[in-house]
Every structure is written in structure tokens, then in C-alpha cells.
């Protein structure tokens, strides 16, 4: 037996040996191939830095190709650029400045902008940056701008706030009395008068309505007017006097204190925001009837407190209605018989509105739902709108101003109901849109949105739509704004409508 254990171990120590050696020989082969990656990493840094530098001289060659074609591109091709860069019809302060950076590039550019009046016409009376005191320069440019937009129509912007900064009159003056003697080329006013952590703005009212009396002339050309302030004590009525072309108006406030004899007899889109009593919305609703198209309503909710059975008025060709404050009541409602377009808001709809809502049952086809979504599901709420018959596009609104910046949560209940409900509600929809929101973990919406779909679009060999007898119209659009329904539900909905369209082929 010791023999046996001697030979055993002579054994062991041998394969120890081989192993040993099969160590070594792998060590030194990771040596080698260290040192050859480190060659490669070198010869790699180098290839890298070659690299690089051919993409910095084919940069610099198409710099120089571009920039030439760039630098003398036809004046016509410029202009056009131009006009896409500044945004003559928004009003925003860094558009302001645009005409001013586009004139800096090169001779050319400059020779070309100084020569496109219709670049220049984006006037911001007032400071580029909110908040910052008015300065020597900002009246310099409002004068600039004017004399280069030469004859061009005129976007005029007034941002008139007062906060931590004081308002240095002389200059307001100055940049109001300069845009005022161009009035007549005004085709689009802006104006926002706020006054900041309620100080005292006395002073600054009476200079400011001073300004505005200022305004008794001539605007033919004036087609869009957005005016808003916080305080009556400002009267903005002089800019609705002679301006007859005005065609879209919002108000936000109760800024003018009379309303213009002559009316307004091209106007088609009218916004009312802010209004403290029925009566001054009327005031304004009357001279606008027989043009008026769109019309947004945006009332504080004790406007609709005053009840007068005579505040009633006809608006015979008013397509689109929003409402956004309390909805007229049988007492003084809104006789609207060509209105094809309603937009409600979940937080104003009560069973008082069913008299109004049965007055535009017959015309309204297209039907916005704000905030129905995002509320805890509630039948009652719902069916106060199923006297709307006749919708065929049914839309599903958001109201950002209630997110506090964290989102909206969408909740559950809503397309269940509409799938359930016997006899079916709007039985001539064809069209569902959603918009942007995000979803509450957990919920079912998305799989309540294709029942929905499934049942309004069943096979075409099985179109009874279950045991009731009303022939339902079929879905064939549903347009989902957000990501967070998933896109598996998207896909079960565009299969589901794709099915449809072959099989009417």
C-alpha cells in the first residue's frame, strides 16, 4: 500500500507540474498580447486623429462651398428664408430681434434684408427681456423697425408690465406715440397691461389710458386685436374705434368701457375672457352677430350669476363655439342655428345646461370634451351631453392650466360606459381623438378604447350591434396623442379600422 500512495503521489506532483507549465506558457501568451493591444490601441489613436482630421478639412471644404453659395444665395431664395425665420404673425420678443441678426451675417444679407420691409414689421414697443426696465435702446429699435418696414402691414406688440422694475414713462411714451403715429398700418395689436404684486399703479393708469385716448384714428388695415389687463380702470376702447377690416378680437378683462356705434362688420372670430357680467359680453356679442364664425367664451364663474330673461341673442352663422365659464342657461341663452362645432369644459357642465344643449342638438357634429378624461368618471356628467345626437367627431380636450407643471392623469370609465350604454350614445360617431396626457399607473383606458372600437366595428357580416335595433355608424378614425396608452393599443385599434377599409373595397 505505501507504494501504491508513493506512486499516487508521483502522479499528482506530475499533472501538478504540467498544469504549472500550462500557467506559465498562458501568462507569458497574455504578456504578448498585451503588449500587441497595446501596439493596436496606439496605431487605432493614431488612425483616430487621422480620421479627425480629414473631418475637419471636408467640414472646412463644404463650409467654403456652402458659405459661398450661402453668402449670395438669389435675393428672392433669401427673402423666402426670411419670412420662415421671422414668424411675422406670432408675437414673441426673440422673433423681435431676428431681422437684426439676419442683417449681421454678411453684405449680402444685410443689402437683401434692409430691402424686405415685410421683416421688419414685427414691432415690440417695449423691452425685449419681460420683467427688464425700458431703456434708450428699446425705443431706438421700435423707431428702426418702423422706418425699415416702410410701407409693410404691422404687427404691433405692447407689453406694458409693471413689477420689480419701475416703468420709466418717458420711454413708454416715446415707443407708444411712435407705433401709434403708424396705426394705420396696423394689422395685428397685441396688447398686455399687467401690473405685478399688487402695488400701487395709480400713476401708471391714468398715463396709460392717457396713451390709449390717443388711438381716436384711422386702422383700416387692422384685422387682429388681442388685448388684456387685470383692471378696469383702463378703458382700451379707442382701439375698436375706426377699424373696420377687424376680423378676429380677444378680450381678456374688463377693458373697454363703450362699444363702438359702428360695430364691427367683417369680424368672424371673437374670444370674451374675464367678463364680470352677462350684460358687457352681450354689448359685444351684438355688433359682432351677423359675421361672427368662432366664438370662445371664457366667463368668471359668478358672471352667470345675474339672470335676466332678456339677455338672449342670435348668432346666425356661428360654426364654432368654446365655452370655457358657466354655459348659458334657458334664461339667457345663446340661439346658435348653424353651430356645428362644441367644445364644454367637465368643471361647468351641470343638468342646467341640457335646455341649451337641446337648442344645438340638431346642428352640433363635432363635440370637444375638456377635462372629462382626467375626472373621476361620473354617468350623470355624460349623459347630459347624449341630447347631442348628431356628433360624428368626438375629441377628448386637456386643460393644461390645472397640471400645476406634473402632468395629467387620465382615468378610467368613460369609453366602458360608451361601450355598455343601451341604446348606444351618438350613434352617428365616425371619429375619436385624445390628447396629450399621461395615464395613471395600473389604468384600463387603453384596453376600454378598443372594446370600444370592436364594438362600434364589429365584422361587416355581424352588424347588429348586439340586441338593440339602432344602426350604429362605424368608426373609421381614432387618433391617440400620447405615448403612454402603449403601442400594442394603437395596434389592435389601426388592425381593427384596416380590416374595415379592405373589406369596403
Known amino acids: 500500500m505505501h507504494e501504491a500512495a508513493q506512486q499516487n503521489l508521483a502522479s499528482f506532483k506530475a499533472t501538478l507540474s504540467n498544469l504549472n507549465g500550462c500557467i506559465s506558457a498562458l501568462d507569458a501568451e497574455i504578456v504578448e498580447l498585451e503588449r500587441c493591444l497595446a501596439v493596436k490601441r496606439c496605431e487605432m489613436d493614431v488612425a483616430q486623429t487621422k480620421r479627425s482630421d480629414l473631418e475637419e478639412k471636408i467640414n472646412r471644404s463644404l463650409s467654403e462651398i456652402y458659405g459661398g453659395y450661402i453668402e449670395y444665395l438669389m435675393p428672392d431664395l433669401l427673402r423666402c428664408i426670411f419670412y420662415q425665420v421671422c414668424f411675422e404673425d406670432r408675437f414673441n420678443n426673440y422673433y423681435a430681434l431676428q431681422p437684426f441678426q439676419l442683417a449681421a451675417v454678411n453684405r449680402h444679407w444685410r443689402s437683401v434684408a434692409l430691402s424686405t420691409p415685410r421683416i421688419w414689421a414685427h414691432v415690440v414697443a417695449g423691452p425685449t427681456i419681460f420683467f427688464y426696465s425700458w431703456t434708450e435702446a428699446d425705443v431706438s429699435r421700435v423707431q428702426l423697425l418702423l ?41 395685428h395689436a397685441y396688447v398686455r397691461y399687467t401690473a405685478w404684486h399688487g402695488g400701487n399703479t395709480n400713476d401708471l393708469d391714468l398715463s396709460v389710458n392717457q396713451h390709449f385716448k390717443s388711438l381716436h384714428g384711422q386702422k383700416p388695415n387692422l384685422t387682429h386685436l388681442d388685448i388684456e389687463t387685470r383692471t378696469s380702470a383702463v378703458d382700451a376702447t379707442p382701439f375698436l374705434i375706426d377699424a373696420p377690416s ?25 374670444t370674451i375672457k374675464y367678463l364680470d357680467n352677462i350684460k358687457t359680453l352681450i354689448s359685444f356679442l351684438i355688433p359682432c352677430a351677423p359675421t361672427l364664425q368662432s366664438l370662445r367664451l371664457n366667463n368668471r364663474d359668478d358672471a352667470a350669476d345675474a339672470k335676466d330673461p332678456s339677455l338672449s341673442i342670435t348668432l346666425p352663422v356661428l360654426r364654432k363655439l368654446k365655452l370655457f365659464g358657466n354655459i348659458p342657461h334657458d334664461e339667457y341663452g345663446l340661439v346658435l342655428p348653424a353651430l356645428q362645432y362644441l367644445s364644454l369644459s367637465r368643471t361647468y357642465l351641470f343638468e342646467s345646461c341640457t335646455v341649451f344643449l337641446r337648442s344645438v342638438a340638431d346642428t352640433v357634429i363635432h363635440l370637444k370634451m375638456v377635462n372629462f378624461l382626467t375626472s373621476d368618471f361620473d354617468s350623470d356628467m355624460l349623459e347630459i351631453l347624449s341630447v347631442l345626437q348628431n356628433v360624428k367627431q368626438l375629441e377628448f380636450g386637456i386643460d393644461w392650466t390645472t397640471s400645476n407643471g406634473n402632468g395629467i392623469a387620465i382615468k378610467d370609465g368613460v369609453f366602458k360606459y360608451l361601450t355598455e350604454r343601451v341604446p348606444p350614445m351618438w350613434p352617428a360617431l365616425q371619429s375619436i381623438s385624445i390628447a396629450n396626457a399621461s395615464i395613471t399607473d395600473g389604468s384600463s383606458i387603453g384596453d376600454e378604447l378598443v372594446a370600444l372600437v370592436q364594438h362600434r366595428n364589429p365584422p361587416l357580416q355581424d352588424t347588429d350591434h348586439g340586441s338593440h335595433n339602432q344602426v350604429l355608424a362605424r368608426l373609421t378614425s381614432v387618433k391617440i396623442a400620447y405615448d403612454g396608452i402603449g403601442e400594442n393599443v394603437q395596434r389592435d385599434i389601426d388592425c381593427i379600422l384596416r380590416r374595415d377599409r379592405v373589406a369596403r373595397r
Open 147 to 187: 422706418e425699415r418696414s416702410q410701407s409693410a402691414p404691422l404687427h404691433v406688440y405692447f407689453p406694458i408690465i409693471r413689477g420689480h422694475f419701475l416703468l420709466p414713462m418717458d420711454c413708454f411714451s416715446r415707443a407708444f406715440k411712435l407705433a401709434a403715429k403708424n396705426m394705420s398700418r396696423w394689422k
Open 246 to 270: 377687424l376680423r378676429s378680437l380677444c378680450i381678456a378683462g374688463n377693458i373697454f368701457h363703450s362699444v363702438p356705434v359702428t360695430g364691427f362688420p367683417c369680424i368672424t372670430k371673437l
